[in-house]
């Protein structure tokens, strides 16, 4: 269940409870059955997709132990998840040129590397297929 979510139903717990004179046994059965059908559902759609919860922990992980801050490793993760696709995969392509460009040891290897680049097309067909292979064995990740 999302913090939001959460928060709203504890709202709805708190009005009932400065309420007392009026509420009803069942009213309160009711509540804790829908806050339990509320949360088995969270728990149901993280099930559903684990592979994206767990990339999502990893990538949460990692903000935490790089900024040391909690709110602001969650506020980085949403702006990141909030980066479309198509720009992920541009950023991603210039970061494996930057990196094989730093791999060169002599000046003949950065010229061939410089030359023989990634383009976004290989990048978006190699990531595409990576991602499908990783999902194909979905049952290796749970």
Known sequence: MSWTTKKHI???????KRNKERIYKEDIEALKELDEIVNQSSKQLTKDNLIYAKLLCVFLRQNIHYYKDVK??????QFQLKTPLDTQIEM???DLNMVDLQNQET????????LNSWTREQVEKSFYNSANDLLKEIENYT
């Open 10 to 16: 504890a709202k709805i717990f708190n009005a009932f």
């Open 72 to 77: 602001l490793a969650l506020k980085q993760l």
């Open 92 to 94: 991603l392509t210039i």
């Open 107 to 114: 000046d003949q290897q950065l010229l061939n590397k410089l």
